[in-house]
Every structure is written in C-alpha cells, then in structure tokens.
C-alpha cells in the first residue's frame, strides 16, 4: 500500500507557473512509475504527464507538451511537475497515480492503482 501526497497547487493568473509534488508517504517509488492526471470541472479525468522512477522515460499529453516538465528528485523522494505558461484551460483537481504500466499504457488510468486526494489548481484572471 503506498500513500500518495500531494502539494503545490493554488490559484494563479494565465501565465504564471506552479509546482506540483508528490510523494509516497513513509516510503519511496521503487520500480514504480508515477504520473499526474487531472479533472477539469465537469470534465473527465485525463491524463497529464507520467516518468518511471528507475529508468528513464517520460510522458506528455498533447495539451501540456512543452509547457509541464516531470521529474524527479531524489532527495526528497517526489516527483515534480513544474507548470509552465499556465492556462485557463489547466484549472483542475491534479491527481498523483502509481502503478507499473506498459509503455503502451502509460496513459491510461486504469494501470495505476494508488492515487493521492488531488491538488486543485485555478488559473484565472
């Protein structure tokens, strides 16, 4: 069983930048890989970006590529999501999911199987 926490999130003007962590509460990622989806308002959860914890790797969506990094940091045990060029598009409750998924299934919730309480994120003017 692996506890995620999450913290960063609040309430910021489009283009400003935030910086999201997560962290496995009393533990580390291991083999794990760890990704951040989000829900938007009304809207279904979606994926966001992903990194395997041992490896290299990572993974954008479309909507963010260029804009969000992950990475991790291994003194502290998290995985960091630095949030670039916000948009209003961006407000969401962001989730922190763990699990080993295949390449082919990075980006699908379905192969992680811890998830933190979510961060929300507003970007507005």
């Known amino acids: 069983q692996k506890y995620l926490v999450e913290s960063g999130g609040g309430l910021v003007q489009p283009g400003d930048s935030l910086r999201l962590s997560c962290s496995a509460s009393?533990?580390?990622?291991?083999?794990?890989?760890v990704a951040w989806f989000r829900q938007p308002p009304g809207k279904e959860r979606e994926f966001v970006a992903s990194i395997r914890w041992t490896g290299g790797g990572t993974w954008y969506a479309t909507a963010v590529k260029g804009r969000f990094s992950i990475s991790k940091d291994r003194t502290i045990s998290a995985v960091i999501l630095q949030m670039n060029s916000l948009k209003s598009e961006d407000t969401a409750v962001y989730y922190c999911?763990?699990?080993?998924?295949?390449?082919?299934?990075?980006?699908?919730?379905?192969?992680?199987?811890?998830w933190g309480q979510g961060t929300q994120v507003t970007v507005s003017s």
């Open positions: 999911a763990v699990g080993r998924p295949i390449v082919s299934t990075m980006q699908n919730a379905e192969a992680y199987y811890y």
């Open positions: 009393g533990s580390t990622f291991g083999s794990y890989a």
